[in-house]
């Protein structure tokens, strides 16, 4: 068999000229000096030029046009310290060269500035002076451009200006590069027939001071005027630099610059001519830092005030709740308690380190409640304004203040914002502590509420018939109960609260609070979804536990309590005592005469197997480099008798070790038996039972037939009997993915498709009055290393997919006198090709696949091939030779003296990578 590798992919050619530029300068220096070239006069803020402009009458009105030249190469270089650096310049952090233009708007006028005809990539940067208006520190950012065509890398701005205020502009080379040329500003100013007022603010809490200390601040508020109404107030608040500096986007900081906070949802009186407004959603403020807080007023013409200025520095007020083991606690005196304090002030380490706190944690504080009822009830932190840990412990026996190494958690709740919820029951006479902690940060404004859970003031009822058995794996005990209800006996409860002790009996609350409780472990109950921690079913329902890993050759107590979705908790439950064995129950199943019965189809079964006896009663058939010998493992067996044929899957996903599945067919005790299918890896099997197994019955000429029904998917050697037998697809597809060898098979009869996979080897035999394959869907083989033999056949069998196809076909002709030629002219570059061919005669037949201009003068291959007195296919694929764009390709097929008849030539090109 000829074996075929062909791929659809596309052909990629390039061609590459390769340009030396060589570039020889040739400088000359003059005997004498260049005078020393110095730094433009503009070169710094404080230096910034002042423009004159010239006043033009055109069409649309008044002009005021400035334009300067200056050389700008030998500027200083300047920081992120030095100088802002233009907020549109992404890829600068300082190291750039800069100039800076002034001007004094005379009027409201319509600006628009550019650095068209300049001989650098430029960045042109417009600022609004605050007061006084030559601080650098007081600019306000107003319009900035890079690129105003991408092509240019030159600048262009456009905005609005307000009479009386002056505007500098900053003209920056691009990036961290410092290079610079000639610069060239042009501007063009034209009055606009506007609002020229500019509006006042004033932030008037906190009041303006000189650094007033303040231990609270709730609110940011202050008033603003304007003759025709106050459209926006923007404020920022920074902790950044002196006098003010780093307090927002619109402020220069020294180094950065940050956001501004828009306050225009806080405006009352919103468009009137006197405006107050209010801020609340403020930053976590930090002990003993001074902030700065900058507010600007925006009227309806967008003229904006003049900055005003307030600062403050917080020191917060000594935390009397941050130290438990001293008695520093808050008391929580009712089931209605409500607290808000500031946080920031308390004891940097946290004292008690709880299960959710993942080392987050810092400056805790505690509040204590003393139960006086049994009901459900709710701590949380609701609108504080920190991310918050929340922890309840509850006091061992009730001991006060809580020992450090005795406290129980409750419950604990990081929800990595500022609303941390823990739901519990409380118990009369129990004492219950409640730690609050920061989630990294510092604290800060904390709001703690601890609240009855309302509506529902019946709990459960106690379970009466708790009991325990030994399971069959090492240290495992089965816990069996009746489920109450959520209201006493009717409904379903939310949760129960199982636990155990090795030392003393758990039949009285104060056992029960020291006593192991089973959690969601997989420890203790097992990995889902055959294990978990059992949950409430509706009332009256047969409950069980499976509790695993407990100390053998013990006496373990159990006890359990039931909770509602209020968390009323039921009373204790009756005890359950059980002295835990030192081995697993033994299994009967070790061999096959003794096979579990599978007697109804879903089934499932578990079993510890490392009782039973060594050694494997047969050899899996996978895997041989493992088992080449009889496996020292233990093997369990099962039995299944079939009395349907159907699809069955058989699986040890959850085991707990390496597992081997194999199944078999044949008689008990399995001596022989023949092997149906085996899986090392992924443990899971699907055959047909009663149907898989093709093979001629002995002494009896009956051919067996291997029926498929859907979308089958199939993998290793198949053999269907001995050349009798047919396959039958009746619907959908047959994927064989990697079959191999696949023989023996008299004919198909099919309604799908066929799909052999990338590895069949697909052979049917010559037998007379054999072989047919009678389908209505295409039979493909992927070719990647596989081959094709077909005798006898009566439907085309399809190779592809592919790109082009060109064929010739003819009755009855006499290859001894011409050749038959499929002529196809190819479009573009090809470099594989597949040629058919079917014919009948008795001698040899030659087929050739060349190209030419005119005439088959470049052969890519030729082959000959005895017919042998019937119909032949052959598949076969050349690389050794490119078909070059624009050629004629010829499918040639001669015999050098036969007739052979139905004749079908055909020719197939896809195009593949170089």
């Not at 399809?798 to 002219?825: E, M, R």
């Amino acid at each position: 068999m000829n074996k075929l590798f062909l791929k659809k992919e596309s052909i990629a050619f390039y061609n590459i000229k390769l340009i030396s530029l060589f570039f020889i300068a040739f400088i000359f220096f003059i005997s004498q000096p260049n005078p020393a070239l110095s730094a433009p006069e503009n070169d710094n803020f404080v230096n910034a030029s002042t423009m004159t402009h010239t006043s033009t009458t055109t069409a649309g009105g008044l002009k005021y046009n400035f334009t300067h030249s200056t050389a700008t190469l030998d500027a200083s270089t300047e920081t992120t310290t030095s100088e802002p650096t233009p907020s549109c310049d992404y890829g600068a952090s300082g190291n750039f060269k800069s100039i800076w233009y002034k001007y004094l708007s005379t009027a409201a006028m319509s600006a628009t500035a550019d650095t068209f005809d300049s001989s650098f990539d430029t960045v042109l940067q417009s600022y609004k002076a605050g007061s006084p208006y030559n601080d650098i520190t007081r600019l306000t950012q107003d319009t900035c451009n890079d690129d105003f065509v991408a092509t240019n890398n030159r600048s262009q701005i456009q905005f609005n200006l307000a009479k009386g205020v002056t505007y500098y502009f900053q003209i920056t080379s691009k990036g961290n590069s410092g290079a610079a040329g000639t610069t060239i500003f042009s501007s063009t100013f034209s009055p606009r027939s506007v609002d020229e007022t500019v509006p006042t603010v004033t932030i008037t809490q906190p009041s303006a001071g000189t650094f007033p200390t303040l231990s609270s601040l709730l609110v940011i508020s202050g008033t603003s005027t304007d003759n025709a109404g106050v459209n926006s107030v923007e404020l920022t608040i920074s902790s950044g630099g002196t006098n003010g500096q780093g307090a927002g986007s619109s402020y220069w900081s020294g180094s950065t610059w940050g956001s501004t906070v828009s306050v225009n949802s806080f405006l009352k009186n919103y468009g009137s001519s006197s405006t107050l407004w209010d801020y609340t959603t403020l930053p976590q403020w930090v002990n003993g830092t001074t902030y700065y807080i900058r507010a600007t007023a925006i009227d309806s013409s967008n003229n904006s005030s003049i900055v005003n200025l307030s600062s403050f520095t917080f020191f917060a007020q000594n935390v009397s709740n941050d130290d438990y083991s001293n008695g520093n606690v808050t008391v929580i005196d009712s089931l209605n308690f409500t607290s808000q304090s500031t946080t920031t002030a308390a004891n940097f380490a946290i004292q008690k380190t709880p299960s959710c706190e993942y080392g987050a944690g810092n400056r805790d504080v505690w509040f204590r409640h003393v139960s006086t009822t049994t009901k459900g009830v709710e701590a949380n932190t609701n609108d504080s304004d920190f991310n918050t840990i929340l922890t309840v412990w509850k006091s061992t026996g009730g001991t006060d203040p809580v020992p450090g190494a005795n406290a129980t958690e409750i419950g604990c709740d990081h929800p990595y914002n500022t609303n941390a919820t823990v739901k519990f029951s409380i118990e009369n006479g129990a004492t219950y502590y409640v730690q609050v902690m920061s989630d990294y940060g510092s604290g800060g404004i904390l709001r703690f509420q601890f609240k009855e859970l309302s509506g529902d003031n019946s709990a459960p009822d106690p379970v009466t018939n708790l009991t325990a058995a030994a399971d069959i794996e090492y240290g495992a005990v089965k816990l069996t109960w009746t489920s109450p209800g959520d209201d006493a006996r009717d409904g379903t409860a939310a949760s129960y609260d199982i636990r155990f002790s090795t030392t003393e009996p758990v039949n009285n609350d104060l056992n029960f609070s020291t006593a192991v409780r089973i959690t969601n472990s997989p420890t203790l109950v097992g990995t889902p979804p055959n294990d978990s921690l059992t949950v409430p079913q509706v009332a009256y329902t047969v409950q069980t536990q499976l509790i695993k890993n407990l100390t053998q050759n013990t006496t373990v107590w159990f006890a359990m309590k039931t909770m509602d979705d209020v968390f009323n908790l039921s009373a204790l439950s009756n005890g359950a005592t059980i002295f835990v064995p030192g081995s697993a129950l033994n299994s009967s199943n070790d061999n096959s005469v003794n096979a579990t019965t599978i007697t109804a189809i879903p089934f499932s079964h578990e079993i510890i197997t490392t009782e039973i006896s060594n050694g494997a009663q047969k050899t899996p058939t996978c895997n041989t480099t493992k088992f080449t010998t009889l496996p020292t493992s233990n093997d369990v067996w099962y039995r299944l008798l079939s009395t349907a044929t159907r699809n069955v899957t058989v699986n040890t996903f959850n085991s707990s070790f390496d597992t081997i599945l194999q199944v078999w067919r044949g008689s008990e005790p399995i001596v022989v038996g023949q092997p149906i299918d085996c899986n090392d890896d992924a443990d899971q099997l699907l055959w047909s039972a009663g149907l898989f197994t093709c093979e001629s019955l002995a002494d009896a000429d009956i051919p067996n037939t291997l029926s498929m029904t859907g979308t089958w998917t199939t993998t290793g050697n198949l053999t269907i009997g001995d050349g009798g037998d047919d396959v039958i697809i009746n619907s959908d597809t047959w994927d064989t993915d990697s079959l191999g060898a696949f023989t023996g098979v008299t004919g198909i009869t099919s309604t799908g498709i066929i799909d052999f996979g990338s590895a069949t080897s697909f052979e049917i035999p010559n037998s007379a009055g054999a072989g047919t394959i009678d389908t209505t869907g295409e039979i493909g083989i992927n070719t990647t290393s596989s081959s094709l033999n077909y005798y006898d056949g009566t439907r085309e069998v399809v190779l592809g997919p592919f790109d082009k196809c060109f064929a010739y076909s003819l009755d009855g002709t006499d290859l001894s006198a011409n050749s038959l030629f499929a002529v196809w002219t190819a479009d573009e570059p090809y470099t594989l090709a597949l040629v058919t061919m079917k014919a009948s005669g008795s001698n040899s037949a030659t087929w050739n696949l060349s190209y030419g201009l005119t005439t088959p003068t470049t052969s890519i291959f030729s082959a000959s091939k005895k017919a042998s007195g019937s119909a032949l296919i052959r598949y076969t694929t050349f690389t050794n030779s490119a078909i070059p764009d624009g050629s004629t390709v010829y499918a040639q097929v001669s015999s050098a003296s036969a007739t052979l008849d139905d004749v079908l030539v055909r020719a197939c090109m896809y195009k593949a990578a170089p």
